[in-house]
């Protein structure tokens, strides 16, 4: 994702500056003139449909479009996106031109200069590991016997949580030590770690601290006593990818030793997401910590209800012995005209005194009650994911009372 983005942004901007020589082809000759308005209108209609194309994962596609947006912009930021496109399709000879190039034609300051040597380094050492290929004609020497093959079928998808075993295939007989190198989405080193052979395969486990986010990338290489490379299976710049989904079938052998503990595998009702926030064994509302945390948040809220439904009855009794005593105070005139009585007055008076207590504390009750049952009802809904709940949060003040009622389905 941050490769797209700074593939858009780099492009964008110097399509509008127009750098860069014009050139037939896709070398990087002398300038002879600017391009002209049309040509940049072109460009960027070709720049367009490259960037569609990159963002879709159709990198040979695009490599067309981006190259067709070159030759009429002559921009040199473009050299850099076509290396980039290149990178993706794991051709590291193409890489190597294309970044070359923009070293040589793109401005001194160019924001990507540093990873663009770094990663002409990175490449440049990685071929020069690369195996010959043997020849594609010609009897072969008996006297030099062909590199061992080592055969592995990627997997396309994983569960989180869990570890994931690589098994790959190499001759018995093959003095090779073969290496598993993995890394988990957002990571930018490989893990490494050796492959153990089970009978005829070799295992490679990946941890399952590795198991979380989007996607785990790895792939294998197997070397000579002395280090030479000897055969891959993939590569850093184009590794196997496997998806992290909660739905897919486990990938490991239980009977294999885990460095990391024993593997509990999830139950029936278990929640697995690819976060840290929710791991195998952690229960959804379906289990008996979801019980615990619907009884609490339901009788909370009966309770706060009850409460500031009490509080309401209080505040209108107590304002109705207000109203005995005006209207008992105006009974033979204007007031004041009859003595404040103790048989009538006073008891009314403390009867109302004691409904407006009645209202105060209940209402700061119940008050209390609503928000400890408003976090309860939170818990409950950000703590499942399939759950179909109706969460009410009662509200009140001193002119009335009322509900708040959310839903989720």
């Not at 957002?186 to 395969?201: L, N, Q």
């Not at 818990?379 to 709940?389: E, V």
């Amino acid at each position: 994702m941050l490769r797209a983005l700074l593939f858009n942004a780099v492009c964008l901007a110097g399509l509008t500056t127009a750098l860069g020589s014009a050139s037939a082809d896709d070398a990087v000759p002398a300038p002879p003139a600017p391009p002209t308005q049309d040509e940049l209108i072109a460009a960027k209609e070709a720049f367009k449909l490259g960037n569609a194309l990159y963002q879709a994962g159709k990198f040979a596609e695009a490599v067309d479009k981006l190259k067709e947006s070159y030759r009429l912009s002559r921009n040199p930021f473009l050299l850099y996106n076509v290396g980039l496109s290149y990178d993706q399709l794991g051709q590291g000879d193409q890489v190597l031109l294309y970044y070359k190039q923009f070293l040589a034609t793109a401005p001194a300051d160019a924001p990507m200069r540093g990873d663009v040597v770094a990663r002409i380094e990175a490449l440049e050492k990685e071929l020069a590991e690369t195996p010959p290929t043997p020849p594609t004609s010609g009897e072969p020497d008996p006297a030099v016997p062909p590199p061992p093959k080592l055969i592995h079928d990627p997997t396309s998808s994983a569960p989180p949580g869990l570890p994931f075993d690589v098994v790959a295939t190499i001759a018995e007989d093959a003095n090779v030590v073969v290496t598993l190198l993995y890394r988990s989405s957002g990571e930018a080193a490989f893990t490494s770690r050796p492959m153990v052979r089970r009978g005829t395969a070799l295992v490679g486990r990946i941890s399952r601290k590795k198991m979380l986010g989007n996607s785990v990338q790895y792939y294998m290489e197997a070397r000579d006593p002395q280090g030479t490379l000897v055969t891959r299976s993939g590569r850093s710049i184009s590794p196997h990818l496997v998806n992290i989904e909660a739905t897919a079938r486990p990938r490991f052998d239980p009977d294999l030793p885990d460095e990391d503990g024993p593997v509990v595998m999830p139950k029936p009702g278990d929640v697995v997401t690819t976060s840290n926030q929710v791991v195998p064994g952690q229960r959804d509302d379906g289990g008996s910590s979801g019980l615990v945390l619907a009884g609490a948040k339901w009788t909370t809220s009966g309770i706060a209800v009850a409460l500031l439904g009490l509080s309401i009855v209080s505040y209108r009794r107590a304002q109705d012995q207000h109203v005995g005593l005006l209207d008992d105070s105006r009974a033979c005139g204007e007031p004041p005209c009859r003595v404040f009585d103790a048989d009538f007055g006073q008891t009314v008076q403390a009867r109302g005194e004691r409904y407006d207590l009645t209202y105060k504390v209940s209402l700061g009750l119940g008050a209390a009650t609503a928000v400890i049952a408003g976090y309860l009802w939170y818990r409950s809904l950000t703590s499942t994911t399939t759950a179909r709940d109706v969460a009410i949060a009662p509200t009140a003040d001193a002119n009335g009372a009322g509900a708040v009622v959310m839903g989720r389905f």
